[in-house]
């Protein structure tokens, strides 16, 4: 069973979406295993942004992702990783399809309201960045028997 790291964005709280985004990962039968609310630093943000630092836009996502607090979900299923990126939806929203979060509730790249790790090594060391030693925790729900 993955694991995968999701950020709702600042821009995801300011505009009350926390719930909704909650809900498309809650209904396609995932489990949440680890969430909070936590205000990042810049720290924390040039290290899970270090490929971004020589973009002219890097100082930009610095301030958006430092504006207001993200809520940090670690997240478990059946090929959660793959799921949770389609789920989620092409970066740029202007490119991200109908039905994706990204397509229904994002209209700029500036303000995308979502990250999704990328890979199982990505997510490994992301879930590490976010969540300390006893934050993630393991549980049985009953319906991982239904939905596998
Ligand atoms: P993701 O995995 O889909 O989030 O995409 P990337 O890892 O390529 O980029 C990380 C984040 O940087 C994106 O989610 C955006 O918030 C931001 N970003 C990427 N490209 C651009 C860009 O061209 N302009 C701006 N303003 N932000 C960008």
Redesign the pocket.
Known sequence: METTLVLL?PDTIQRGLIGQIVSRFENKGLKIVGMKMMLLSDEIVSEH?D??AD?P?FP??KA?MTSAPVVAMAISGSNVIKTVRNL?G???PAEALPGSIRGDFALT??A?II??S?SAETAAVELKRFFKDGEITSYEKISDKIVG
């Open positions: 964005k942004y490929f971004l973009k836009f930009g996502i958006y989620t092409a970066t740029n790249i500036d995308n990250h999704a990328d």
